[in-house]
């Protein structure tokens, strides 16, 4: 067994380059599985899934479900005869939305997500996970790679390799957003495409590797672009004596150029959604940056930097002792590895400083998903500074155990955050210690020829590289323990079982919409929460959503209804409200008991065991009309009620100023009007339990989970309404934890209504002050509830009141919109079309998201659509038999298909230039010499 080990440590070593990669490749897959079954042996009893009780099941997993089926779907018709078919427009994604903005953000580019178009949808939960370890795999091959262009010899690559794939970045970023881990992969090929370019070798590895990275994640790419630019500067600044400048503006120039053609190639992908992307609320809003982070995050950064993971905004380090000792080394060398050594404190500093996250994540707000950058510098020192911790000398064996001696009297002195055992990572660097001390005795003993164990000579320096190999792996296990495992931060327990996520995507709210008998047009509301983004995997169309990108009205309508949405773009549901749901076609909704079924819904369809499913009639049809407009003005000025009942009398013209509008009800004949309201202010008084007390626009909560109680007599037959505006909040001083983030909850005997605050330090801070909660609809009258506050603090708000809306006058004002409605609906891909027929002028309304990319012709002329109430598509009609059509494309596609066909040409023209021609950095285009005969 040893003598077959040592033959194969042999190849390992050879100079045979294909026994050297057969030979890496096969001991680095070794390895890495190993280290993986350490690391996540938490997930495996009892056998967990990487799927994420939170955003994994509410995003990534319905999205890679439905990406399979959309694939499988384009190759049927495609082999059928039918041609490619890739609908750009699906109705069931949120309340309609663009494929390729929408996706964009996490699938379209990413090339491990084609591999959903091979596994059936009920697998796919499987094929997640599975997903997780390739990419994780992916990881440290392009990481040797990148080593390997250093010449950092094979046992080197192995260890940094092993040391980047488990980094706290991917054991906290990688199965909370599996997609996350693709920059990982890239960063190391994007700059041995840099390193080729300065190497005078062919730009194509650059090129190409730039527009994967750009077109599988834009989000991503910019952080990638950032750290290479750093990368460059560096690099070139400190490899050339002289010319420095003119050097870097040579290599920029370059880069630029081929930076450019890889824009090219990826602009069908990105070039629509980066247009989407400016318009929306999530992207550009007021983030709140502050001078300096809190002591916890300096603490948890310190810690992290020996081992310790935390997911504190991504700051995830969680390197090991052989990483961050290699970072002592790098720094006790005198005028050596000048650039690492800026690296290292240039990218500390934007660490360390608010202002670096709120810039490396494109100025969105604050936070540090680009650490995967550092992780990647510490691995590619780690490597090189390998062969100092084989063999180290006595300066670097002394710099070594002073180093991490200070570092462990720090780690005793500093609260090990999370975890219950305070002495695991201060032990692991002992254990270090004590190795580099036994690695320094071999050295200088002259011990360097072999040792007799088991009757087997072996070498001092395979048994000195197989310990350190050992120590790394159960460096990185001991991490992954301290952070997955009940003793530590227990983030394994948020993931869900392994054979439970196939139950997952069968068992949906929008499973149960998908048994609906009904031909007509019609979407699905909900009170059930964490099945967001499921309703397009069963072509169910829906009210709730999320999504990172989506169309901006969207969220312009839930600010300005005060819907319940934090962020914007994480849509629950419609709040149980009747008009809203009209509006909206919902005509069905799906509920885990029949008690908190809004006002209409009173016919129960008997198709699931597991939901109950109500019917409305007061749900309007695909297209109604308005025989009268609301200015855009005059809607401002109401509040969120009347707002919601406006808009079942009038066509709210969002897009147009009040003299806009006025000229446009003139030349279309309509006229303007008046809304009336049948809602009214209740009294009501508030008392609270021990532990809270409210006085002079001040509640003070002494006690988490502590409870106001409203009392008050609302009218019969009406929904009721709780208002809370202008909220802020203050941790109180005995919490020494960041508490940015709280939780209001309503309550009454058949509602559950909770909502989240953040506040303005909170990553996600959207600048939301307002809270609307619906105590639900009651034929009696309603006389008391609560509002419960889930953290001790001081909550400061402006104005608290009680709202009845009376119910009786919606159905006579649905009934009057569907008088003159849309017939014959038809709905193909990209393409809608219906019949109407009118007796005097009117606004065709259609319950479909408003988007430049909808085309509409009426009886085949094209007509301009217009925008109303916020966020929906109409269309002006004058009296008449009309056919109505609609098509669909994708906004800016067109010409990111054409810069596309402009990159290929290039990259062809760029081709076949090489072939007569080679390339140097300092010179640019030589003529390629003849061969010899």
């Not at 990826?266 to 318009?279: C, T, Y």
């Not at 002495?423 to 210690?433: D, E, I, R, W």
């Not at 969002?654 to 202010?681: L, R």
Request: aromatic share 16%; hydrophobic share 45%; proline share 4%.
């Amino acid at each position: 067994m040893i003598t077959n080990i040592k033959n194969f440590y042999r190849n390992f070593s050879s100079k045979s380059k294909w026994h050297e990669r057969f030979a890496y490749y096969a001991v680095y897959s070794l390895v890495f599985g190993f280290t993986f079954l350490c690391a996540y042996h938490v997930f495996l009893n009892p056998l967990k899934s990487f799927v994420w009780d939170a955003d994994a099941y509410t995003q990534h997993l319905p999205i890679l479900t439905y990406w399979g089926q959309y694939l499988r779907e384009a190759a049927v018709n495609l082999f059928s005869g039918n041609g490619l078919s890739l609908p750009q427009w699906e109705m069931n994604m949120g309340a309609g939305d663009d494929v390729i903005t929408t996706l964009s953000f996490y699938i379209i580019g990413d090339p491990f997500g084609y591999l959903s178009a091979f596994v059936p949808s009920s697998y796919t939960p499987y094929l997640y996970s599975v997903l997780v370890v390739l990419r994780l795999f992916c990881i440290g091959i392009a990481f040797s790679a990148f080593c390997k262009r250093f010449n950092c010899g094979r046992f080197a690559s192995l260890c940094s390799s092993i040391i980047y794939v488990f980094c706290g970045f991917s054991l906290y970023a990688g199965i909370r957003h599996p997609f996350f881990l693709n920059p990982l992969i890239f960063l190391p090929l994007i700059l041995i495409g840099v390193e080729k370019i300065l190497a005078k070798e062919k730009p194509f590895f650059f090129i190409i590797t730039v527009a994967l990275s750009c077109a599988s994640s834009y989000y991503f790419f910019y952080m990638l672009v950032v750290l290479t630019v750093i990368y460059v500067v560096i690099r070139v600044l400190t490899m050339h004596k002289q010319r420095k400048i003119f050097n870097l503006l040579i290599v920029a120039k370059n880069l630029i150029l081929y930076g450019i053609i890889s824009l090219f190639l990826a602009a069908p992908i990105v070039l629509p959604s980066i247009m989407v992307m400016f318009g929306t609320e999530r992207f550009g809003t007021n983030a709140y940056v502050e001078t300096f982070y809190t002591t916890a995050y300096y603490r948890n950064l310190y810690l992290g930097l020996g081992g310790n993971v935390t997911g504190t905004i991504f700051s995830s380090l969680g390197f090991g002792c052989a990483a961050t000792a290699s970072i002592f080394l790098l720094f006790a060398q005198r005028k050596k590895c000048l650039g690492l050594k800026i690296g290292v404190i240039l990218l500390t500093l934007i660490l360390i400083i608010p202002y670096g996250g709120y810039v490396m994540s494109g100025f969105d707000y604050v936070i540090n998903r680009w650490s995967f950058g550092f992780a990647f510098l510490v691995s590619f020192i780690t490597a090189l500074m390998m062969p100092k911790l084989i063999a180290p000398s006595k300066k670097s064996a002394l710099v070594l155990v002073c180093c991490s001696v200070a570092y462990i009297l720090g780690m005793l002195c500093l609260p090990l955050s999370g975890t219950k055992n305070k002495f695991a990572s201060p032990a692991m660097f002992l254990l270090f210690v004590i190795v580099v001390l036994f690695f320094y005795i071999t050295d200088t003993s002259k011990v360097n020829d072999t040792l007799n164990l088991a009757k087997t000579k072996i070498k001092v320096t395979s048994l000195k590289r197989v310990i350190a190999l050992i120590l790394i792996i159960v460096s990185i296990s001991l991490n992954a323990e301290q952070f997955f495992s009940p003793a530590g931060t227990n983030y394994a327990a948020g993931y869900e079982s392994f054979w439970k996520t196939r139950s997952m995507v069968t068992d949906t709210v929008a499973a149960a919409g998908a048994k609906i008998d009904d031909d007509s047009y019609f979407r699905i509301d909900t009170d059930v929460r964490p099945s967001k983004n499921f309703a397009m995997v069963y072509d169910v169309n829906s009210t709730y959503s999320y999504f990172s990108l989506s169309n901006p009205y969207y969220s312009e309508f839930v600010r300005d209804v005060m819907l319940p949405a934090n962020p914007t773009c994480n849509i629950h549901n419609l709040n149980r409200r009747a008009d809203l749901a009209a509006l909206f076609s919902a005509k069905y909704f799906v509920a885990e008991n029949e008690t908190s079924t809004p006002y209409g819904y009173n016919k129960t369809l008997p198709i699931d065991s597991k939901y109950t499913i109500s019917q409305t009639d007061n749900a309007l049809p695909f297209g109604w009309t308005y025989s009268s407009y609301i200015t855009q003005d005059d809607y401002q000025k109401l509040n969120f009620m009347q707002k919601q009942q406006a808009m079942l009398q009038g066509a709210v013209l969002s897009d147009m100023q009040t003299d806009e509008a006025q000229t446009f009800g003139k030349d279309n004949s309509i006229n303007t009007t008046e809304a009336s309201f049948s809602m009214e202010e209740i009294p009501f008084t508030v008392s609270g339990e021990e532990g809270i007390s409210i006085n002079n626009k001040t509640i003070t909560v002494k006690n988490k989970n502590a409870k106001l109680t409203f009392t008050f007599a609302s009218l019969q037959n009406c929904e009721t309404y709780i208002q809370l505006q202008g909220l802020n909040f203050t941790k109180d001083p005995s919490i020494t934890a960041d508490t940015f983030a709280v939780s209001i909850t309503a309550e009454t005997s058949a509602v559950i209504d909770s909502q989240a605050f953040n506040t303005k330090e909170h990553n996600y801070y959207d600048g939301k002050h307002d809270f609307l909660f619906n105590l639900g609809y009651s034929q009696q009258a309603q006389t008391t509830a609560t509002l419960n506050f889930n953290q001790k603090g001081t909550y400061n708000f402006g104005e608290l009141k009680m709202y009845c809306e009376n119910m009786q006058n919606l159905p006579a004002a649905t009934a009057k919109l569907k008088e003159d409605s849309l017939q014959n609906v038809l709905f193909g891909n990209d393409y809608i079309s219906g019949d109407i027929t009118l007796q005097e002028p009117k606004i065709l309304s259609l319950a479909l998201p408003y988007t430049t990319g909808w085309t509409a012709y009426v009886d085949s002329e094209p007509v301009d659509t217009i925008r109303i109430n916020t966020m929906f598509t109409g269309i002006a009609l004058q009296p008449g038999n009309h056919k109505i059509e609609l098509r669909y494309s994708t906004p800016w596609l067109s010409s990111g298909l054409m810069l596309f066909g402009a990159g290929v040409l290039v990259l062809i023209a760029l081709l076949l230039y090489y072939r007569f021609f080679k390339y140097t950095v300092a010179i640019g285009f030589q003529k390629k010499p003849k061969r010899k005969k």
